[in-house]
């Protein structure tokens, strides 16, 4: 999924309030102009903005009452994580894992009961997201270090090479060279410059 067109879709409180109904069912325009209370034009406008860019999708039921209408659901599950912070811009989306839809529904036996695990399966994840916090903190505090040994005499240039070296550790080293100027020698010669900077 584009990052850049799903910040696009959610920015506008509107097609946030739409996804918010469609995730619980799926619903006709009609529907969600009374639950929402905006007009079934507006609506009928983010949804097709919403299909067109693949976030929720049509399709035709009967209706008892006249012609048939268009339902529209969810097309997807994904988690947006943005992290900003000293030295660290970072946008993800985690999206759904196909083997864990196909995991076993819980069976609960009443309400209390239901709202009970929810509540411990929230504190779950609240502690995940502490500890993912803290190894942000961590990874933030390495740039941070690894920047502060490039002295006054390194250039901008310099700079922006290694905290892009910093921030994509994961892809060789050319590769990121490659994406800023195309592996020209200039790049090469600032490596080096920075190599020795961080060995002093």
């Known amino acids: 999924m584009d990052i850049d067109m799903i910040l696009s879709m959610v920015s506008n409180p509107t097609r946030r309030r739409i996804l918010e109904a469609l995730v619980r069912e799926?619903?006709?325009?009609?529907?969600?102009?009374?639950?929402?209370?905006?007009?079934?034009?507006?609506?009928?406008?983010?949804?097709?903005?919403?299909?067109?860019?693949?976030?929720?999708?049509?399709?035709?039921?009967?209706?008892?009452?006249?012609?048939m209408r268009a339902m529209y659901a969810p097309t997807s599950e994904f988690t947006l994580v943005i992290d900003m912070r000293n030295r660290m811009f970072v946008?993800?989306?985690?999206?759904?894992?196909?083997?864990?839809?196909?995991?076993?529904?819980?069976?609960?036996?009443?309400?209390?009961?239901?709202?009970?695990?929810?509540?411990?399966?929230?504190?779950?994840?609240?502690?995940l997201e502490r500890e993912r916090s803290a190894l942000v903190r961590k990874r933030e505090q390495l740039i941070y270090s690894a920047m502060s040994k490039l002295g006054d005499d390194m250039t901008y240039g310099h700079r922006d090479l290694t905290y892009q070296l910093l921030n994509r550790p994961s892809e060789p080293t050319e590769d990121v060279i490659q994406d800023m100027d195309g592996g020209r020698g200039n790049i090469k010669k600032k490596l080096a410059e920075i190599d020795n900077a961080m060995r002093q």
Request: charged share 25%.
């Open 26 to 67: 799926p619903c006709y325009p009609l529907q969600l102009s009374r639950e929402i209370g905006v007009s079934q034009q507006a609506i009928m406008k983010n949804l097709d903005l919403l299909e067109k860019n693949g976030m929720v999708v049509s399709h035709q039921v009967t209706s008892t009452m006249g012609p």
């Open 91 to 127: 946008t993800n989306i985690i999206e759904e894992d196909e083997a864990g839809v196909q995991e076993e529904i819980p069976k609960t036996e009443n309400l209390d009961s239901a709202r009970q695990e929810i509540a411990q399966i929230d504190r779950e994840i609240e502690a």
